[in-house]
């Protein structure tokens, strides 16, 4: 059974949705955002403080805290994330000129919100190295 933050349907469990993160409560509908995409596990949104022209979030519904989590317990739904971000790079006309994914893990890599996260960004030449 896979858990969803804050929903339930015939299958799943339910829990609840962890009190002081952001995500599970967009995902829960509490917090609005503006959805670019969405599938039965994942949302994709846009990113309040841009770094690109493009920067859409992809997010799995239920909560993992970071990406590390979601590899070891889930790599079917870290497979949907991935090909949530194609999908949203090709809507949002990303396709030819490239884009870039990040998901930072842990403190020092940048992570401010622990629910595992894809930063879809685009629309712009971007630098190596990063950071």
């Not at 929903?7 to 503006?34: M, N, R, W, Y």
């Not at 841009?50 to 889930?74: M, Y």
């Not at 999908?87 to 006309?93: C, F, H, N, Y």
Request: hydrophobic residues 45%.
């Amino acid at each position: 059974m896979k858990a969803i933050c804050g929903e339930s349907s015939p299958g799943q469990a339910t829990i609840a949705p962890v009190a002081d993160c952001l995500f599970c409560k967009i995902v829960a509908g509490d917090i609005p955002a503006e959805r670019v995409a969405e599938s039965d596990t994942t949302i994709a949104f846009r990113d309040i403080n841009p770094q690109a022209p493009t920067h859409v979030l992809v997010i799995p519904k239920d909560h993992h805290p970071d990406l590390a989590a979601l590899a070891s317990s889930d790599a079917g739904l870290l497979a949907e994330v991935a090909l949530q971000a194609h999908r949203v790079a090709q809507a949002e006309g990303l396709g030819d000129g490239g884009y870039r994914v990040v998901f930072n893990t842990g403190p020092e890599a940048g992570q401010t919100v622990f629910h595992v996260h894809a930063h879809v960004l685009g629309g712009r030449r971007m630098a190596w190295p990063p950071g």
